[in-house]
């Protein structure tokens, strides 16, 4: 048995042991104890299905990235990130001055646009992240993409060191079979 099946299993026990312990409770009619049972209950609901969610986008094919939505996929690499050691915030969907997620890794802070392109992605992404640098006040910027970059992208972005993720990079970087 795998590690997280065993962890998926204790989980999900001890969900159901705080779920009886509360029933028993309430049945005997004691309030607060069951309250509190109730509330433990529904904390570890929460956090087991956030664990859920972690693992599904942790081990997503390219083929399902493919089909996400531009949000979902600012999720995926914030997920990603996270899970490469980095602190992430996701900015507002809208107003985003130019950078999708701001990352923070010792002591440095990096913007990315995230674009989830069926075709290559142009300079109007990399203009946008290097506008998000002064925004941000950001040390480096980076572009990631589940498609390709065009010639002029990445001849902006090696002017303006802008780091470019396409689709090979994040395949090798986030393992993606």
Sequence with gaps: MRYFDIKKWLWLAGILYTFLQG?????RREGE??????LLCAICIYQFIRRLCTLYYLHMTM?????LSGRAFERYLTIQFRHLGYRVKLTSYSH?????LVLRKWGKKTVVQAKRYERNV?????QEVVGS???YKADNAMVVTNSNFTKSAR???HRNEVELWGRKEIQKKFHIK
């Design 33 to 38: 104890a069951a309250v509190g049972c109730a």
């Design 155 to 157: 001849n902006l972005a």
């Design 96 to 100: 985003d001055y130019g950078a999708d």
């Design 63 to 67: 083929k399902r990235i493919d089909k």
């Design 133 to 135: 640098i002064a925004y």
């Design 23 to 27: 029933y028993t409770f309430y049945t």
């Design 122 to 126: 142009g300079i109007a992404a990399v």
